[in-house]
């Protein structure tokens, strides 16, 4: 049997359409869907299928929607006979990964990082936090700029997204990251690209919704992993359903080190492919930014997934 990893992609890669073709093709999909518009505090599926997608971007209803397409995704390889040895996720996905090794359940999930969501948005005021992605410099340069940046102006911008060689996202105030642009790019920076989020997620300014959002994961229901989860605060695998619990908490203001978890996992995992489950192709990319060698794959639609279940059960 293939040795495949599944990795669950975070906020950005929801789109207007999303799981669409797979809730008209496939019943659990469509089942899935159902229960968890009939928990959250508004149906999410309509505004998946029909948008606006002003809408669907905003914090609160891109992660359960992201959510609720990888677990329903999911679901449909698992009853194919697919079984990934070791998951992950990239922030947000991070939820879907512990949904596919038995955590969490997905409606509760779903529920839970609507929550989340909410925490995040309103942990900092609108418009005074940002979030950029630095493109070919390297960490230990980015993090010698934002050192002064904290020391010279008093301003918080902490390296949020490790994702690969090459490309890391930084957040904090938006006047820091103003001030740390020039010198970002006196250091050799190629890019500094201005995200259009609506918080400096992942960074020391995110203490207060980690606080919060404690109390409210306490409350939720959860199991031991049943396969390893790669955290993306330490970049190691995880199984024990407290220390998961504390390291979701960390997450909210720590960095998310994708970049080392797949090198982690190709290293350590004997892997065949990673396989992307979910919504959009960024992490697929981000693989093989990291190791061009690897097989990848991307399971958003029935297409997609006819291809990789082709490749998945071949004989060898």
Same mark, same amino acid.
Request: glycine share 8%; hydrophobic share 45%.
């Given at each position: 049997?293939?040795?495949?990893?599944?990795?669950?992609?975070?906020?950005?890669?929801?789109?207007?359409?999303?799981?669409?073709?797979?809730?008209?093709?496939?019943?659990?999909?469509?089942?899935?869907?159902?229960?968890?518009?009939?928990?959250?505090?508004?149906?999410?599926?309509?505004?998946?299928?029909?948008?606006?997608?002003?809408?669907?971007?905003?914090?609160?209803?891109?992660?359960?929607?992201?959510?609720?397409?990888?677990?329903?995704?999911?679901?449909?390889?698992?009853?194919?006979?697919?079984?990934?040895?070791?998951?992950?996720?990239?922030?947000?996905?991070?939820?879907?990964?512990?949904?596919?090794?038995?955590?969490?359940?997905?409606?509760?999930?779903?529920?839970?990082?609507?929550?989340?969501?909410?925490?995040?948005?309103?942990?900092?005021?609108?418009?005074?936090?940002?979030?950029?992605?630095?493109?070919?410099?390297?960490?230990?340069?980015?993090?010698?700029?934002?050192?002064?940046?904290?020391?010279?102006?008093?301003?918080?911008?902490?390296?949020?997204?490790?994702?690969?060689?090459?490309?890391?996202?930084?957040?904090?105030?938006?006047?820091?990251?103003?001030?740390?642009?020039?010198?970002?790019?006196?250091?050799?920076?190629?890019?500094?690209?201005?995200?259009?989020?609506?918080?400096?997620?992942?960074?020391?300014?995110?203490?207060?919704?980690?606080?919060?959002?404690?109390?409210?994961?306490?409350?939720?229901?959860?199991? #031991?992993?049943?396969?390893?989860?790669?955290?993306?605060?330490?970049?190691?695998?995880?199984? #024990?359903?407290?220390?998961?619990?504390?390291?979701?908490?960390?997450?909210?203001?720590?960095?998310?080190?994708?970049?080392?978890?797949?090198?982690?996992?190709?290293?350590?995992?004997?892997? #065949?492919?990673?396989?992307?489950?979910?919504?959009?192709?960024?992490?697929?990319?981000?693989?093989?930014?990291?190791?061009?060698?690897?097989?990848?794959?991307?399971?958003?639609?029935?297409?997609?997934?006819?291809?990789?279940?082709?490749?998945?059960?071949?004989?060898?």
């Amino acid at each position: 049997m293939k040795r495949v990893a599944f990795v669950f992609p975070g906020q950005g890669s929801q789109a207007v359409g999303m799981g669409q073709d797979m809730y008209n093709a496939y019943e659990e999909v469509k089942s899935l869907f159902q229960a968890a518009d009939e928990r959250l505090p508004q149906p999410i599926t309509p505004l998946m299928f029909e948008g606006p997608a002003e809408e669907l971007t905003k914090t609160e209803n891109a992660q359960p929607a992201l959510l609720l397409t990888s677990a329903a995704i999911y679901q449909v390889l698992q009853n194919e006979g697919v079984r990934p040895v070791v998951t992950a996720g990239h922030s947000l996905g991070e939820y879907s990964a512990l949904v596919a090794a038995g955590v969490l359940r997905a409606e509760e999930a779903a529920v839970l990082v609507n929550k989340r969501g909410q925490l995040m948005e309103k942990a900092y005021p609108a418009g005074q936090g940002s979030m950029a992605a630095v493109l070919g410099l390297s960490l230990e340069a980015i993090q010698d700029v934002l050192e002064t940046v904290d020391k010279e102006h008093g301003e918080i911008v902490d390296a949020a997204n490790i994702n690969c060689p090459g490309q890391v996202v930084i957040s904090g105030t938006k006047k820091g990251i103003e001030l740390a642009e020039p010198l970002l790019k006196e250091a050799g920076a190629k890019r500094v690209l201005m995200l259009n989020v609506s918080g400096p997620f992942h960074s020391r300014l995110m203490k207060q919704a980690a606080e919060e959002f404690a109390s409210v994961l306490g409350d939720v229901e959860k199991a #031991d992993a049943s396969i390893p989860v790669y955290a993306n605060v330490t970049a190691e695998k995880v199984l #024990d359903q407290k220390e998961i619990e504390q390291l979701l908490v960390q997450q909210l203001y720590s960095p998310v080190r994708f970049e080392e978890t797949v090198v982690n996992m190709l290293q350590n995992d004997e892997l #065949d492919a990673i396989v992307e489950v979910g919504n959009g192709k960024v992490l697929s990319g981000l693989v093989k930014k990291i190791n061009r060698r690897t097989t990848t794959f991307n399971v958003q639609d029935p297409e997609s997934l006819q291809a990789f279940l082709a490749w998945y059960k071949e004989e060898e």
